[in-house]
């Protein structure tokens, strides 16, 4: 890993020299790469390949190599499981991207996962190499075809998502149509969630859970500027909630709205489930918002906001209907990079600030006030399993996290973040485990080419 490390580390003191513009995407496969042809430099010569001029068939290469180390005291609320050393956690990312003109693509990207002294890491953190997309696109005026694994991105990241928090980030084996045309577009797609496994390329479909929806998107608007709406689909063959096991088909339509001014942002969105579990109804349902406001001190951005979820449970056991909210595919990191707890049944408020304190270097700190929506039903991990079952406490109050960060951009090639996370148990913690708050620390260098 070591060898592998001081390549990249060559490679970008290469890239930070060379007369190009560049701009890297969160899907990569959406990069923007301008390359002046008359630059020869290596950093050139390993970024664009070029096929044919005519045909205008170019060869694009990408990579990103994040490195964290973590550390954990009272991990899961327990303090029998010491590691007083910590853990470091690799995810390298490598693609190549296919394109002729403007009617098609076959974009690949590998993904390597690797820990180093953490002990009994799951598949999520230790994923030494595979395959993670591999597709190809076609064009044909305002449709664009999909095919293969891919990575899904929608709205916000509430329902699905790349999980770009832990160490694997996710994919799908899927179809997708894509329409666009001025301000609106609309994506309809089918397909199986690919299930990380320990070993290399072995990562196959998940045959038992399958997700298909349709997802419309308006921008520009008058009064809302930006309005989603979509209706999603996923069949489980086994799902648990709280204390119940079944097959699930669940639907869930929803919308978002939201729009970035000047100084005040806003993004609301609330959505509805319905369909079946097992022998029983589903009708499960959550509303959030995000409202921010931003300022300048000595020509310094800076930010206040504030967020709130409602996120339903299950209310009453063997009533014939499950209330749980299923978040789907959610980010991995959905409230902080330490990911103690998912969004289902759970109620949120979650005040922060942002401040620039230099050009290159923010200081972000939050804090969430969570609370069981149900004292029926228990809480979840970010995957949406099990995290405690309600086990008969009448304790709504979760527990309290204050999440600080610094973040430092040294050039879009290189960003150094160092954090940290105070979990505070509540009493339905302390109820249902051992009760231990929570420290949590983690540095995170990350390179793009």
């Known amino acids: 890993m070591k060898k592998y490390f001081l390549i990249l580390v060559i490679v970008f003191s290469s890239a930070v020299y060379a007369q190009?513009?560049?701009?890297?995407?969160?899907?990569?496969?959406?990069?923007?790469?301008?390359?002046?042809?008359?630059?020869?430099?290596?950093?050139?010569?390993?970024k664009q390949i070029t096929i044919s001029k005519k045909s205008q068939a170019f060869l694009f290469f990408g990579a990103e190599n994040r490195t964290q180390y973590q550390l954990f005291e009272n991990e899961n609320w327990d303090d029998s499981y010491r590691d007083d050393n910590g853990f470091i956690l690799n995810r390298a990312l490598f693609y190549a991207d296919l394109k002729i003109g403007n009617s098609f693509r076959l974009f690949s990207q590998l993904q390597s996962s690797t820990s180093v002294s953490r002990r009994d890491p799951n598949p999520l953190e230790e994923n030494p190499l595979d395959v993670h997309q591999l597709f190809i696109d076609a064009k044909v005026h305002s449709l664009s075809f999909r095919m293969g694994r891919q990575e899904l991105y929608y709205g916000s990241q509430r329902l699905i998502s790349v999980r770009e928090g832990p160490n694997s980030r996710q994919a799908f084996d899927a179809m997708k149509i894509t329409y666009h045309r001025n301000n609106f577009s609309a994506d309809a797609f089918y397909g199986y969630f690919v299930k990380n496994r320990f070993g290399n390329f072995n990562d196959k479909i998940d045959a038992n859970t399958k997700l298909s929806g349709l997802y419309a998107s308006i921008n520009r608007i008058k009064y809302f500027n930006n309005i989603e709406i979509y209706i999603l689909n996923i069949q489980k063959s086994n799902s648990t909630y709280n204390t119940f096991s079944g097959r699930e088909n669940r639907n869930t339509m929803g919308s978002r709205i939201y729009a970035n001014y000047s100084d005040w942002n806003y993004d609301i969105e609330a959505a509805y489930q319905f369909g079946k579990f097992d022998n029983k109804k589903i009708s499960a349902w959550t509303f959030s918002i995000n409202n921010s406001f931003s300022y300048d001190v000595n020509k310094a951005k800076q930010k206040i906001g504030l967020k709130a979820e409602y996120i339903s449970g299950d209310k009453i056991q063997n009533d014939g209907t499950i209330g749980t909210f299923n978040p789907l595919f959610p980010r991995g990191a959905y409230f902080g990079l330490a990911a103690l707890i998912g969004p289902s049944?759970?109620?949120?408020?979650?005040?922060?600030?942002?401040?620039?304190?230099?050009?290159?270097?923010?200081?972000?700190?939050?804090?969430?006030?969570?609370?069981?929506?149900?004292?029926?039903d228990g809480i979840y991990q970010p995957n949406v399993s099990v995290l405690f079952d309600s086990s008969n406490s009448t304790s709504k109050k979760i527990g309290n996290q204050l999440g600080t960060s610094f973040d430092y951009t040294f050039s879009k090639y290189l960003n150094l973040t160092v954090e940290g996370t105070w979990f505070q148990s509540g009493n339905f913690i302390k109820d249902v485990s051992n009760g231990k708050d929570i420290l949590f620390t983690a540095t995170t260098l990350t390179i793009i080419l």
């Open 20 to 46: 190009q513009v560049n701009e890297f995407k969160f899907l990569r496969y959406n990069d923007v790469i301008s390359i002046d042809s008359t630059n020869q430099s290596f950093y050139y010569k390993i």
């Open 345 to 376: 049944n759970l109620v949120d408020i979650h005040p922060y600030l942002e401040f620039q304190l230099t050009k290159k270097l923010n200081f972000n700190i939050d804090y969430d006030m969570f609370w069981r929506a149900s004292v029926n």
